[in-house]
């Protein structure tokens, strides 16, 4: 329901025009076009946001978290909302929660899955183990290998094992899509929290093909240890990307 104040319009706390990914997609547009902030790169204050874009204030705040992890924002303490000056073209955010497809949609462009293999294997067959936890070698685990590209190019393999016991099968259909999504989606599971690791590797075989490298060349690998809400284990990966086109932001507070 609607409530008149000071002339305007306020929604009540349980209702908004958008969600928070497509607010954010509205915002990060808006700053992109620097439609949205004054010369200072000042961003309008919460109620005239919530007003112009007839949105919660909680999902303002959620956008604007979002957006300050992604690098496009940053809030300085007792003045205000501000664009930074300039954010990092093309770089992958290490704090991001949207996904890689989405995350690079936003900056124009494309990520697409060109070749997958599933197989089902025990862990002692796996090419590695997760970080943190030891399994029995005779756990059942789905093998996934996606080879994906960023505007038509060869960027990275992603090689992950889900344990079966909690995933159970994975259809084609979420093979092409976002993995995490499709394990939301599950009844009784949801997405709790990554352990990343960064490393550099030296690669052969399917990677080293792929970005048409010699073997024996670098690549910069993420190694992730996936974890339900409950704490539970259910993935472990590494996502070998090619070096010369791969960058990472992380926005770090001092305070």
């Known amino acids: 329901m609607e409530a008149k104040l000071k002339g305007g319009n306020k929604l009540s706390q349980r209702e908004s025009s958008y969600d928070i990914k497509t607010l954010e997609n509205q915002l990060i547009k808006a700053i992109q076009q620097g439609a949205i902030q004054d010369e200072d790169g000042q961003l309008p204050a919460e109620p005239e946001l919530m007003r112009q874009y007839q949105v919660t204030r909680y999902t303002l705040r959620q956008a604007l978290k979002d957006l300050a ?26 704090q991001n929660n949207v996904g890689l497809t989405e995350e690079m949609a936003r900056q124009g462009r494309v990520v ?23 399994l029995p070698n005779e756990t059942t685990l789905i093998s996934v290998t996606r080879q994906r590209t960023l505007d038509g190019q060869p960027f990275l ?87 010369r086109k791969t960058k990472f932001f992380m926005l770090k507070k001092m305070h």
């Open 157 to 243: 393999v992603e090689h992950s094992y889900y344990l079966r016991s909690i995933v159970d099968n994975i259809p084609n259909s979420a093979l092409k899509g976002s993995l995490f999504a499709f394990i939301d989606q599950k009844p009784g599971l949801k997405v709790g929290f990554i352990d990343s690791v960064i490393e550099c590797e030296m690669i052969s075989g399917l990677p080293a093909k792929f970005f048409g490298i010699a073997d024996g060349s670098p690549s910069l690998v993420v190694r992730d240890d996936s974890y339900l809400s409950s704490g539970k284990l259910f993935a472990f990966s590494k996502i070998f990307y090619d070096f």
């Open 69 to 94: 992890n992604l690098g496009y924002i940053y809030q300085a303490h007792g003045s205000g909302t501000f664009a930074r000056p300039h954010h990092v073209e093309g770089a992958i955010s290490l």
């Open 112 to 134: 697409k899955t060109t070749a997958i293999h599933q197989q089902v294997i025990t862990l002692d067959q796996a090419d590695f183990l997760p970080e943190s936890q030891k």
